[in-house]
Every structure is written in structure tokens, then in C-alpha cells.
Nanobody, 126 residues
Framework: QVQLEESGGGLVQAGESLRLSCAAS????????MGWFRQAPGKERAFVAA????????YYVDSMKGRFTISRDGARNTVYLQMNSLKPEDTAVYYC???????????????????WGQGTQVTVSS
């Protein structure tokens, strides 16, 4: 069993930055693929970014490339999502997810992730 806890959300103005953290506890952290998803008001939860266990492979949804950066610290069992140049449309609840090692072609698929955090709210005002 893996427990995930997100933090770092909040209210910011457009153009500002936030760094979300996802702390994992329970089973060994290293073998897992880690992902970030978000759910905007009235919309379905959607993929944002993912990273492999060693941190050397990353994948982003196209609209986030260049603004968001995913990283992980194995020693701290923590995954981060650095979000820059935030826009009002980035307003959402952001969720951290963990899964086993699986094909990068499936990294955006929610069903491949076994564990989820409770989410952290990000609100971007215009």
C-alpha cells in the first residue's frame, strides 16, 4: 500500500508560479511511475505529467510543455510539479498518482495508476 499526500496548492495571480509536492509513504517508492492529473470545475480529470522511477524520463501533455516541470526526489520519496506562468484555466484540483512500471504510452491513462492522493486546490485569478 502506498499513501500519497499532495501539498503546495493555493491562490495565485495569473503569471505567478507554484510548486506542488507529493509525498509518498508506505511501500518502497522507487519502482513506481508517478503522475500528476488535474480536474477543473465541471470537467473530467485529465493528465498533466508523469515521470519514471529513476527520473530520467518525463512526459507532459502538450499544452503544459514549457510551463510545467515534473521532478522527483527519491531520497525524500517526493514528486514535484513546478508550475510557471500560471493561467486562470490552470485552476483545478491537482492529484498525484502512483503506479507500477508500465509503458510510457500508458502514462496518461488514469486506470494504470494504483494509488491516488486527495488532491490540492490551485486557483489562478486573472
Amino acid at each position: 500500500q502506498v499513501q500519497l499526500e499532495e501539498s503546495g496548492g493555493g491562490l495565485v495571480q495569473a503569471g505567478e508560479s507554484l510548486r506542488l509536492s507529493c509525498a509518498a509513504s508506505g511501500r518502497t517508492f522507487s519502482p513506481y511511475t508517478m503522475g500528476w492529473f488535474r480536474q477543473a470545475p465541471g470537467k473530467e480529470r485529465a493528465f498533466v505529467a508523469a515521470i519514471n522511477w529513476s527520473g530520467n524520463r518525463k512526459y507532459y501533455v502538450d499544452s503544459m510543455k514549457g510551463r510545467f516541470t515534473i521532478s522527483r526526489d527519491g531520497a525524500r520519496n517526493t514528486v514535484y510539479l513546478q508550475m510557471n506562468s500560471l493561467k486562470p484555466e490552470d485552476t483545478a484540483v491537482y492529484y498525484c498518482a502512483a503506479g507500477g512500471e508500465f509503458s510510457t504510452t500508458d502514462w496518461s491513462k488514469q486506470g494504470r495508476y494504483d494509488y491516488w492522493g486527495q488532491g490540492t486546490q490551485v486557483t489562478v485569478s486573472s
